[in-house]
């Protein structure tokens, strides 16, 4: 297997994944990264065009200048990319760093011997540190799970490679000018290790970002887009297991429901901006209130629930009694309401046979209770 024929190989698997990252950008523009991913691999395309241009070449030097060149912009679009995707900004410094030492280093490997090891190990040094510093972006990520942990070990061994390659140039040579270079066994080699890794990154790489765009779908799907809390769907996959685990291990768990009291009146003497406004700031209330495990959610309209692992129904109306007494500060001052923004709540603690629905049936029990015996109240129904 020849290095042309290898790095054909690569110049499609290069636009392949080009392709890839575009259209996963342009179908889900809030992934910034695939753009500067596409935008590197298809510099990539470039580099290895430009490749092999050189058989044919009288005065080979500006192409190979320009090969160089290429590859540092592909793995500096690379670099932005990761960091543009893990919500870390660009390491500016160390790609300007990197930069002004690949230009320094041109007329050093300019005065070596075209294919020596020394020539080739400066030739790889900056793709090295530019490598390293993807890696390094991973590595200061606030959350890793497995594919980021294996982004970072594939990272790693790209820039291995990089090194391989020049340590081979050292053992076998490369070709006695630019124009044999597609003929040597190190171009073989060289474009083989290429082939595979640029692969594996960037399989690794779709893969981080395919998990994060759905992990970003499934948020947004159980998000209340108005008070940024939980909504119905979302409490309840989460109330379920909270349930369950405090059923396992005979641990107290305490529901709060919560409804806002007059809230029609609101919307119809001031607006849905204001009711707006008063479900965003009571939301505000509700979330500063938790703590933990705890879960807060808008059930709709202006219901809202507040789930207790480990809490009593004693301590679950402390809790709503420290909201309710919130309450009046809401929003009459900002929005000069006539009326006082109130609340009523329903308590309910988890039985030893309870469900998610029985508790739920008890909580909006005692919230009714609440509302039917004069509102801004707290009522507690147990088993």
């Known amino acids: 297997m020849t290095g042309a024929f290898v790095l054909s190989i690569n110049m499609f698997v290069a636009a392949l994944f080009a392709v890839a990252f575009a259209v996963v950008a342009s179908t889900n523009p809030t992934v910034r990264g695939a753009r500067w991913l596409a935008a590197g691999y298809g510099v990539g395309v470039l580099d290895v065009a430009l490749e092999f241009s050189l058989p044919w070449l009288v005065h080979p030097d500006l192409a190979v200048f320009s090969i160089y060149v290429a590859y540092l912009t592909a793995l500096t679009c690379g670099v932005i990319g990761v960091?543009?995707?893990?919500?870390?900004?660009?390491?500016?410094?160390?790609?300007?760093?990197?930069?002004?030492?690949?230009?320094?280093?041109?007329?050093?490997?300019?005065?070596?011997?075209?294919?020596?090891?020394?020539?080739?190990?400066?030739?790889?040094?900056p793709y090295v540190f530019l490598q390293l510093l993807m890696t390094l972006v991973v590595l200061r990520a606030s959350r890793?799970?497995?594919?980021?942990?294996?982004?970072i070990v594939v990272s790693s061994l790209v820039a291995v490679t990089y090194l391989v390659k020049a340590a081979v140039a050292w053992k076998i040579g490369i070709a006695s000018g630019p124009q044999g270079y597609l003929s040597s066994d190190y171009a073989a080699i060289s474009q083989t290790l290429g082939a595979v890794f640029l692969i594996a990154l960037a399989l690794v790489l779709l893969l981080v970002i395919m998990r994060d765009?759905?992990?970003?779908?499934?948020?947004?799907?159980?998000?209340?887009?108005?008070?940024?809390?939980?909504?119905?769907r979302g409490f309840?996959?989460?109330?379920?297991?909270?349930?369950?685990?405090?059923?396992?291990?005979?641990?107290?768990?305490?529901l709060v429901s919560i409804?806002?009291?007059?809230?029609?009146?609101i919307n119809d003497g001031f607006g849905h901006a204001a009711g707006d406004m008063v479900i965003a700031d009571f939301a505000d209330v509700l979330a500063t209130s938790v703590k933990g495990n705890d879960l807060v959610a808008r059930m709709g309209g202006e219901e809202?629930?507040?789930?207790?692992?480990?809490?009593?129904?004693?301590?679950?109306?402390?809790?709503?009694?420290?909201?309710?007494?919130?309450?009046?500060?809401?929003?009459?001052?900002?929005?000069?309401?006539?009326?006082?923004?109130?609340a009523s709540f329903g308590v309910a603690e988890l039985a030893e046979t309870d469900e998610l629905a029985d508790l739920s049936r008890r909580s909006d029990q005692a919230l009714y209770e609440a509302k039917a015996t004069g509102r801004d109240r707290i009522s507690i129904v147990y088993q």
Do not use: C
């Not at 765009?213 to 119905?232: A, Q, Y």
């Not at 369950?244 to 641990?251: D, F």
């Not at 629930?305 to 309710?324: D, N, T, V, Y």
């Open 144 to 151: 890793k799970m497995a594919l980021d942990k294996l982004l």
């Open 213 to 232: 765009t759905t992990i970003e779908m499934v948020v947004r799907s159980e998000t209340d887009p108005l008070s940024g809390l939980l909504n119905r």
């Open 259 to 265: 409804d806002l009291d007059r809230f029609k009146a």
């Open 304 to 342: 809202f629930a507040i789930l207790l692992p480990g809490r009593s129904a004693a301590e679950a109306r402390s809790i709503a009694e420290s909201i309710r007494k919130s309450i009046p500060e809401l929003l009459p001052q900002r929005l000069d309401l006539e009326m006082p923004v109130t």
């Open 236 to 254: 309840a996959r989460y109330a379920e297991k909270s349930v369950l685990y405090a059923q396992r291990n005979k641990l107290p768990l305490a």
């Open 83 to 125: 960091a543009t995707h893990y919500g870390a900004p660009p390491p500016k410094h160390g790609i300007i760093l990197i930069w002004i030492l690949a230009v320094a280093l041109i007329p050093v490997m300019m005065s070596l011997p075209y294919g020596s090891g020394p020539r080739t190990l400066l030739y790889q040094i």
